[in-house]
């Protein structure tokens, strides 16, 4: 059933539904909240339903942990569980944002140090290769640019006792 067929329905079985196809943690908290309603209106004779309910959205989202075990949330009214359960989604969301852009950041950093420490040999090796042989053709230029690391390093290496430049590439 989809969300529209789901939310005309009144019963629990629906809520449930629409909890399970939430596709976000926040999206499934109106349909929770109203499971909990329902419970609520339906009294005592419903609180082991309620409860396995509660234990069973706790356990469903426990990765993130939106409603721990150590919350209270028997004792809450339904108008106390949704401001503490949206102020939840929202603050883990502003953090896992933050824990992004620092991890982007320092990954980021990492790869700009590693790029820059190649484009420096690149740049070394074309130096000494045109100190030593003039000026650099073009397809050289264009292979060192393009080449790891290591492979700049090989060929310094071999630029050192090359007496031309085809003993670089050949030797």
């Given amino acids: 059933m989809n969300e529209a067929e789901l939310s005309r329905m009144c019963n629990l079985a629906a809520e449930i539904f629409r909890i399970e196809k939430s596709p976000t943690l926040k999206a499934s908290i109106p349909p929770f909240l109203s ?15 309620k409860r396995a309910m509660k234990v069973w959205f706790t356990r469903a989202q426990k990765p993130v942990k939106i409603i721990s075990e150590d919350d209270a949330i028997d004792e809450m009214a339904i108008e106390e569980i949704e401001p503490m359960l949206s102020e939840r989604i929202e603050k883990w969301s502003n953090e896992l944002v933050e824990k992004g852009r620092a991890e982007g950041k320092a990954e980021g950093e990492l790869k700009g140090k590693a790029e820059g420490k190649a484009e420096g040999k690149a740049e070394l090796f074309l130096s000494l290769f045109a100190m030593k042989f003039g000026t650099v053709p073009d397809h050289i230029r264009f292979h060192i640019e393009t080449a790891s690391t290591e492979e700049i390093l090989l060929l310094s290496e071999r630029l050192l006792i090359a007496d031309t430049p085809a003993d670089v590439y050949s030797l």
């Fill in 35 to 49: 499971f909990l309603k329902w419970t609520t209106k339906a009294g005592a004779e419903q609180d082991s339903l």
